[in-house]
């Protein structure tokens, strides 16, 4: 996401926190408005959970990080600051809730929050289990884990005190959409793009219930981007077009329509419960779409894998062959990477039949049992061995 999208967001997550009417707390600074800030999600709010794990969806290569304050990989997805770090700096924190899964996420530390986001997770744990990521269920038991760990080095009433004073922030659903439901055929085939959201939706309901039940009463969600502007989306779904995917911007603002519903029945069933869906999708469809309004000619986030910083590629669409090696007859994806030959930069998505393959600079084979008469195919170097690949193509996402 572009930087100028980071700041539109931390804007509304700051307004969103007046709306709440937030009470102060212990926090690490007088002028702090909330004791704490934890947050669940995915890429859009990770700060580093995923340097801890088995997955390809990591930023700690560069240009992640190199506008941030010590110019390195922090884990965050973004060149600097996410939404949440200038939501902790507009609310008077003087330093930022650690990812949970790293060192740094104890003693002292632990009393201005914790970060349990986890990149490629979703509302829906599948969705995060396909990519190795922490699923919002597992989100939910560490934070879980987190309360004891409060309760031992802050005592158990200004423990108390800081679970019902913080702001709790859950971005995520856009996984659920792209790198799962329009991929996956076991998802599109038995399920409409309403009725799935109705479904995550139900989940998201059943989650901000077990939150309440944990402590927080003031929470706010993001609600979905402009999913048909995102990089991958355009390059999958785009047909060799740079503009917006308009069906799956379309899915978003009904997801995002149930989901404010959802959140006002919910603010009206459970007591002293504060909820606030942040308007994600306006912002930053406008950015995408009217980038002249904010004195640019484009923005980069909307646009194909053709810009510095992201991986150049074609894609390879069912039995055509684009490029051919004329000595062994393989078909040949071209990756070029912005920052040189490591390949551990541009992730492999081979998406056809029941999972899709993921690999990084290495092989990765698949088998598809219901097309019949294929064989596995492999992905080494940028060759694919079989072309009855539906697509495979090399991304940076986020």
């Given amino acids: 996401m572009a930087k100028s999208g980071n700041s539109t967001v931390g804007a509304l997550l700051a307004l969103a926190l007046?709306?709440?009417?937030?009470?102060?707390?212990?926090?690490?600074?007088?002028?702090?408005?909330?004791?704490?800030?934890?947050?669940?999600?995915?890429?859009?709010?990770?700060?580093?959970?995923?340097?801890?794990?088995?997955?390809?969806?990591?930023?700690?290569?560069?240009?992640?990080?190199r506008d941030f304050k010590n110019h390195k990989?922090?884990?965050?997805?973004?060149?600097?600051?996410?939404?949440?770090?200038?939501?902790?700096?507009?609310?008077?924190?003087?330093?930022?809730?650690?990812?949970?899964?790293?060192?740094?996420?104890?003693?002292?530390?632990l009393l201005i929050g914790a970060n349990f986001a986890s990149a490629a997770s979703g509302y829906y744990d599948d969705t995060a289990y396909l990519y190795?990521?922490?699923?919002?269920?597992?989100?939910?038991e560490f934070y879980k884990e987190y309360q004891h760990k409060l309760s031992r080095v802050a005592g158990t009433s200004k423990a108390s005190s800081i679970i019902s004073g913080a702001l709790y922030i859950v971005s995520t659903g856009a996984s659920d959409f792209v790198q799962n439901y329009y991929i996956n055929p076991h998802l599109y085939e038995t399920r409409s793009?309403?009725?799935?959201?109705?479904?995550?939706?139900?989940?998201?309901?059943?989650?901000?219930?077990?939150?309440?039940?944990?402590?927080?009463?003031?929470?706010?969600?993001t609600s979905l981007p402009p999913l048909g502007c995102l990089p991958a989306s355009i390059t999958l779904f785009g047909h060799g077009s740079n503009e917006c995917v308009r069906r799956l911007n379309s899915d978003a603002q009904n997801?995002?329509?149930?989901?404010?519903?959802?959140?006002?029945?919910?603010?009206?069933?459970?007591?002293?419960?504060?909820i606030a869906i942040f308007d994600i999708y306006k912002p930053l469809h406008d950015l995408a779409t009217l980038p002249s309004d904010f004195?640019?000619?484009?923005?980069?986030?909307?646009?194909?894998?053709?810009?510095?910083?992201?991986?150049?590629l074609r894609i390879l669409r069912g039995q055509e062959?684009?490029?051919?090696?004329?000595?062994?007859g393989d078909d040949i994806v071209s990756v070029q990477s912005a920052f040189g030959r490591d390949m551990r930069q541009c992730h492999w998505l081979c998406v056809l039949g029941q999972r899709p393959s993921i690999g990084i600079g290495k092989p990765s084979a698949c088998r598809f049992p219901h097309f019949s008469g294929h064989q596995p195919y492999s992905v080494r170097k940028g060759r694919v061995r079989d072309a009855a690949v539906h697509v495979c193509v090399c991304l940076l996402f986020q």
Avoid: M, W
Wanted: proline letters at 7%.
């Fill in 255 to 274: 997801f995002n329509r149930k989901l404010n519903t959802a959140a006002d029945s919910l603010a009206k069933q459970l007591p002293n419960l504060k």
């Fill in 73 to 109: 990989p922090t884990g965050r997805f973004c060149n600097g600051k996410l939404a949440t770090d200038i939501t902790a700096d507009t609310l008077g924190f003087s330093s930022y809730p650690s990812a949970y899964l790293s060192p740094e996420a104890s003693g002292k530390n």
């Fill in 321 to 328: 062959r684009l490029l051919r090696d004329g000595n062994s």
């Fill in 193 to 221: 793009p309403d009725q799935f959201s109705s479904f995550l939706v139900h989940i998201f309901c059943n989650f901000v219930k077990d939150l309440y039940g944990l402590g927080a009463r003031k929470i706010g969600v």
């Fill in 18 to 65: 007046f709306l709440l009417r937030p009470i102060g707390g212990n926090a690490q600074a007088s002028s702090a408005l909330v004791p704490a800030i934890i947050t669940f999600g995915d890429s859009t709010v990770d700060v580093g959970n995923n340097d801890y794990l088995k997955t390809i969806f990591k930023a700690d290569f560069p240009p992640y990080g």
């Fill in 132 to 140: 190795h990521a922490i699923p919002l269920s597992q989100q939910l």
């Fill in 295 to 312: 004195g640019r000619s484009a923005f980069t986030f909307p646009h194909r894998f053709r810009r510095s910083h992201s991986c150049t």
